[in-house]
């Protein structure tokens, strides 16, 4: 947006970010949310995601993890990667 724009939604001058923003996951609520995914695949006795989910899993998992401590991350990558093979021997 250009200056022009936010001056009409404005009646202040809003000064520029001085840098860019950096974002900070609350590593609970990642925790929690790869904790889901996790007990869902353990209570599962078929894989209970299609193709999409399955690949949206493989990826985005590890990359939540890198928001929590190195040793708790690589623990719940391994179990992710072994559920993941348990239910894919079962299809």
């Not at 609970?28 to 599962?44: G, M, P, Q, S, T």
């Not at 708790?72 to 990667?81: K, N, R, V, Y």
């Given at each position: ?39 869902e ?13 399955q ?10 993890t ?25 299809a």
């Amino acid at each position: 947006m250009n200056k022009h724009q936010l001056d009409m939604f404005s009646t202040h001058e809003e000064p520029a970010p001085s840098g860019p923003v950096v974002y900070r996951a609350d590593p609970d609520k990642v925790r929690l949310k790869l904790e889901r995914i996790l007990a869902e695949a353990r209570a599962a006795k078929t894989m209970p995601w299609d193709r999409a989910k399955q690949g949206y899993y493989r990826t985005v998992f590890p990359q939540m993890t890198r928001w929590l401590p190195e040793d708790e991350a690589t623990a719940l990558c391994e179990e992710f990667s072994q559920q993941i093979e348990r239910l894919g021997r079962v299809a």
